[in-house]
């Protein structure tokens, strides 16, 4: 009996690490079919002998991309949605524009973790630790120097420099994810309930509805 209830703690402990970490790869590749109408955790393979060097390439990165907008940064992110041959590897990558000032406002990303290298220019980083310490880390980053922000955590970059700034980043998610937090709380479609938001920011009502009346622009392409 006690054997039999041993090996269902231990069966039971497996299951739970398994549905709580991406499987191992079981073939070489899975190019992701994009047009498959069959919703899954993830892409459904096409077919490997279908499969071309195309779908694991992407070109263009080598290119800056348009700042010029409330923000000043542009975020280019490569996930499986744009190489399909990411699909089931568990990583994707990004490059990050800045203009002078420029910044990528604080956000998350629910499903990777992100190590950033700045190449050119200069940028003030930070991530914020879970309640209840909420802990603030932050450094000033030059070229060549490299960061890491934990999975979920809340985070941002910043361009303190009068030149522009670009940085590249590797995350740890075939489709990481992104939560802008002033465009998710401010800009939800339909709106959150006014009091919920006055309640929560301890703010009027009346400053709610301003900050929901604005644009919350999308620097992710």
Not at 103 to 120: A, C, D, F
Not at 182 to 194: E, H, L, T
């Amino acid at each position: 009996m006690a054997a039999h209830f041993l090996f269902l703690v231990l069966l039971a402990l497996a299951s739970s690490h398994a549905i709580a970490s991406d499987p191992s790869q079981l073939q070489d590749f899975c190019v992701a079919d994009l047009h498959s109408d069959v919703f899954v955790n993830g892409f459904f393979c096409k077919d490997p002998k279908m499969a071309k060097a195309e779908d694991f390439f992407f070109s263009g990165l080598d290119k800056p991309r348009d700042t010029g907008n409330k923000l000043g940064s542009n975020v280019t992110l490569v996930d499986v949605n744009k190489l399909a041959g990411l699909n089931t590897l568990g990583i994707s990558l990004a490059r990050l524009d800045f203009a002078p000032y420029g910044l990528n406002p604080p956000h998350t990303h629910p499903r990777g973790t992100e190590i950033l290298v700045v190449l050119e220019g200069t940028l003030y980083v930070g991530f914020v630790t879970s309640n209840p310490n909420n802990q603030l880390f932050t450094k000033v980053l030059h070229e060549g120097d490299v960061f890491v922000f934990p999975q979920g955590l809340i985070h941002f970059q910043f361009n303190n420099g009068k030149t522009s700034a670009v940085a590249f980043s590797g995350l740890s998610s075939q489709n990481p994810g992104v939560i802008t937090i002033a465009n998710a709380v401010f800009g939800a479609k339909p709106p959150i309930s006014d009091e919920v938001l006055a309640k929560a920011f301890q703010l009027d009502k009346k400053t709610v509805d301003w900050l929901q009346a604005q644009f919350w622009m999308d620097n992710n392409n």
